[in-house]
């Protein structure tokens, strides 16, 4: 066999180790995507983001956008981004509703994992780094939530990314694409359109430095244009109510979308790593800058900082790998700590997918209020009950976790607080017709620690001692439903 046959066999077999390689991240994706719908199969929906955004996509019209939401804190206006409802209206036209819901996020995550490939190699990062990033992007939290429960992040991100790679490949058709795509990103929230600016502010403005500025200044002009009205009422309540900031930040203290302990060491290492450099990555310092701002803004933004976080965790895990230690052992036992630590945040917030609520018992004593009041009914809960009050039993709530722009919102969390913990029937009386409710909803997690620890603690005390007042209508498996009867 000649050298250049050696030479031939041998490009071929890296060539067939590499491909191999990316199979197997992809195949990884769809694992780890697909387990939640392998668990609880395809007709159960869970979390409430689902719910509320199903029941926006009814609200929306092919041409139009509803002036008020009657059920969202008893009746709000419709200051929801559109992007997500339109494009959910439309997906249902075309198939069910529940295989939109669990099917369409799972396959835009394996495709988000592919285009991943392809835009690293467009940056010439070397494929170790792509295949290590990829896997622990696919073991992220924040990327798990994005493309396991369909939520307002789902759509964007992808198409985020799919602008990205449109807008790399250097083709004018696709860069007329990517430019439809960056100017969407308004109509799905002001973060995906921030991160959209980050992207050809700090990565791309040297390649194409006219091209850019126009698209730059069309996707501010929009996001000012859309985004008016809501940020003269934006309220920072919703930041700091009943959460610890370091909760919200830390996924291993209790946040849902956090930052691994194991990422924020890697991370060091990995920022070590880019300033021997110095200010050649200075893009990527600003970027993370921002988007942990943002972050602490919207914990379910970190789906963004993820994106850009997984390179320099990679970078990190290749910088302690390449380092000299005294001890071998100790080196190699700290890597598979690390490493185990990474896939074990992802798969023990994997195990978390199918137990979100709503719990069979939820959806059947909900749906009981819906058969058995009036629609124009209030009912009051804990806020973490309110999206299903309006999706499942189609009644409106009194609070609910969209904060934002929420009306009066001081003040209804004011009222709930005392309302739930006040044993005197008067105010109670006085709370419950300000709002004008007629049902209270409580689940078994709200006698046990979400708002109460005693059976006769607060409003449950009023509740079974006031008379005729209130009638409990419904007791089934921990939750209860009372009648307000004057």
């Not at 019209?61 to 200051?79: A, N, Y």
């Not at 959209?196 to 502010?201: E, N, Y």
């Not at 719990?359 to 999206?387: A, Q, R």
């Not at 709200?446 to 005693?454: A, F, P, T």
């Amino acid at each position: 066999m000649s050298e250049i046959d050696l030479v031939l066999n041998m490009k071929d077999q890296q060539f067939i180790k590499l491909y191999a390689n990316r199979i197997a991240v992809v195949i990884l994706a769809i694992i780890v995507l697909g387990t939640p719908i392998l668990v609880k199969g395809v007709d159960i929906v869970n979390g409430f983001e689902p719910y509320h955004n199903q029941r926006l996509a009814d609200l929306v019209r092919d041409t139009s956008i509803p002036d008020v939401d009657p059920l969202s804190f008893g009746s709000r206006e419709f200051l929801y981004p559109a992007g997500t409802p339109f494009a959910l209206h439309y997906f249902e036209k075309v198939f069910p509703t529940n295989i939109v819901l669990n099917w369409l996020p799972f396959l835009l995550g394996v495709i988000t994992i592919i285009l991943c490939f392809f835009i690293m190699k467009r940056y010439n990062i070397e494929e170790r780094l792509i295949l290590i990033t990829s896997t622990v992007l696919i073991f992220s939290p924040p990327f798990i939530y994005a493309f396991t429960v369909f939520n307002s992040f789902t759509i964007p991100v992808f198409l985020n990314i799919l602008a990205i790679y449109l807008l790399l490949t250097e083709k004018k058709i696709f860069n007329g694409l990517a430019v439809i795509l960056f100017l969407l990103m308004p109509f799905f929230g002001y973060i995906h359109a921030i991160f959209s600016l980050l992207f050809l502010i700090f990565y791309d403005i040297k390649r194409h430095t006219s091209f850019i500025k126009a698209v730059v200044l069309g996707i501010f002009s929009l996001l000012t244009l859309v985004y008016l009205k809501q940020f003269s009422e934006f309220s920072l309540v919703y930041l700091i109510h009943e959460k610890d900031l370091l909760l919200r930040t830390v996924s291993e203290f209790g946040g849902n979308f956090g930052i691994s302990l194991f990422s924020v060491f890697l991370i060091f290492f990995g920022l070590r790593h880019l300033w021997k450099s110095k200010y050649a990555y200075s893009n990527i310092y600003l970027s993370l800058l921002a988007l942990f701002f943002i972050f602490i803004i919207n914990q379910k933004a970190s789906i963004y900082l993820a994106l850009v976080m997984s390179p320099v965790i990679s970078l990190g895990l290749i910088e302690l790998y390449n380092s000299k230690w005294e001890s071998l052992i100790i080196k190699n036992l700290t890597l598979i700590l690390l490493i185990s630590g990474l896939i074990f945040s992802g798969l023990s917030f994997l195990a978390k997918i199918p137990q979100l609520p709503p719990s069979e018992d939820m959806v059947e004593s909900l749906e009981f209020i819906k058969d058995n009041s009036y629609p124009e009914d209030v009912v009051f809960s804990h806020y973490t009950n309110g999206i299903f009050i309006n999706s499942i039993a189609s009644r409106p709530n009194v609070l609910d976790e969209n904060f934002l722009y929420a009306p009066q919102l001081k003040e209804r969390l004011n009222d709930a607080n005392i309302l739930f913990n006040s044993r005197d029937f008067e105010a109670t009386k006085g709370i419950l017709r300000k709002y004008n409710v007629k049902y209270i909803y409580i689940t078994q997690d709200m006698k046990n620690g979400l708002v109460w620890n005693e059976p006769e603690e607060g409003l449950l005390f009023v509740l079974q001692f006031s008379g005729n007042n209130f009638k409990r209508i419904y007791s089934r498996n921990g939750i209860d439903i009372w009648r307000v009867n004057f």
